[in-house]
């Protein structure tokens, strides 16, 4: 085996990025903005979220952002409206989103798990909507470790979330692989000194993660091959 554990992003790796969040933004934009045209324009655009399209753009910062950068973002333009309110909401509503899962996520946890790996979540997502949504998807109690970028540990590309990790559950970070769908998960692994494995169900493209990426693979699912390659 190549490690002793597991840690992976939410959003784009273990869900699918678009078919979860897309439609989930779209409504969301269209609230913020009171049924306003214009203003949801201003929205999206400060999103960088193709309303046309229904859908974040591949350079849109909340792909791999927090909440809190989104909310600050939407306050920018939305007058009158409060940073702090609008970060509950997203964070709220975010727990309710429909997922997709990259795979069926029971039994491939619980291979990994089989296989004697310790497992975890780190996302830029707040903890909240992490927990809320690993429990919708009936897998929270099969990861060892879920944090938001509000646990107290820091966001990616920072590493140390990544290494609180390693620390908990007293694996040596060059036995820990982060999965990842955006160049801010690899570059927080690379920092951590762990091996970085890139996945292609986020809206990032195999050439913008190789240069972070040990491997990149179509989704999750191909982990357990690399594994023990």
Known sequence: MRADGVLFDKDGTLFDFGATWNAWAYTAIHEFASGEAGLAAQI?????????????????????????????????????????????????????APLAPAVPLAPYLQDLRAKGLKLGVMTNDSAYSAQAQLQSAGVTDLFDFIAGFDSGYGAKPDPDPLLAFADQQALAPE?????????????????????????????AATDELAPYADVVLPDIGHIPGWLVT
């Open 44 to 96: 999206a655009e400060a999103l960088a979220f193709d309303l046309d399209a229904r859908s974040f753009r591949a350079d849109s910062f909340v792909i791999a952002g927090t909440n809190r950068e989104a909310a600050e973002a939407v306050a920018a333009v939305v007058e009158g409206s409060d940073v702090d309110a609008i970060e509950r909401k997203l964070a709220v509503d975010a727990a309710h």
């Open 175 to 203: 036995r820990v692989v982060m999965v990842g769908d955006s160049t801010h998960d690899l570059i927080a692994g690379r920092r951590a000194g762990m091996q970085t494995v890139g996945v292609l169900t986020g809206m």
